[in-house]
């Protein structure tokens, strides 16, 4: 089994030294004790670390990240346990992606606002349609 310094294991993780010990501090990565002073993590260190980087780039924030390591350490957790979290975040990001859509059109409506952007800015209408908010066209 490998033995990592913290810089060693921030490099295999493809994390920052800072950010191993931001995740000590959360609870999410054990911090082992010092021997011959130094701290020695494993290769299950850094695997954790990539699955945590992973489970951000998905979209899962650090809470709901503890709870899938909790759930990947219990015996008792069934592949359903896991696929509820994983349909919840897919509803959230539906959910997302239709705000971002809503947004971008009514941006759509704010820019042609400014017709074809030659008008003074005392003549343009975006200041009014944020004021007026969905009622602008």
């Known amino acids: 089994m490998a033995s990592f310094t913290i810089g060693k294991l921030a490099r295999a993780s493809g994390v920052g030294?800072?950010?191993?010990?931001?995740?000590?501090r959360k609870g999410l990565v054990r911090r082992p004790a010092a021997q011959g002073g130094y701290r020695t993590y494993?290769?299950?260190?850094a695997r954790r670390i990539r699955f945590i980087k992973r489970a951000q780039e998905l979209g899962f924030t650090l809470r709901e990240i503890k709870g899938l390591l909790e759930l990947n350490a219990s015996p008792r957790t069934t592949?359903?346990?896991?696929?509820?979290?994983?349909?919840?975040?897919?509803?959230?990001?539906?959910?997302?992606?239709?705000?971002l859509r809503r947004m971008q059109r009514s941006l759509a409506r704010l820019a042609a606002a400014c017709g074809d952007g030659r008008k003074a800015v005392a003549q343009c209408r975006i200041a009014d349609c944020l004021d007026a908010g969905p009622a602008c066209n």
């Open 17 to 24: 030294v800072e950010t191993v010990r931001f995740y000590e």
């Open 42 to 45: 494993s290769n299950d260190d």
């Open 79 to 99: 592949c359903a346990d896991v696929k509820r979290h994983a349909d919840a975040k897919r509803t959230e990001i539906g959910q997302k992606i239709r705000d």
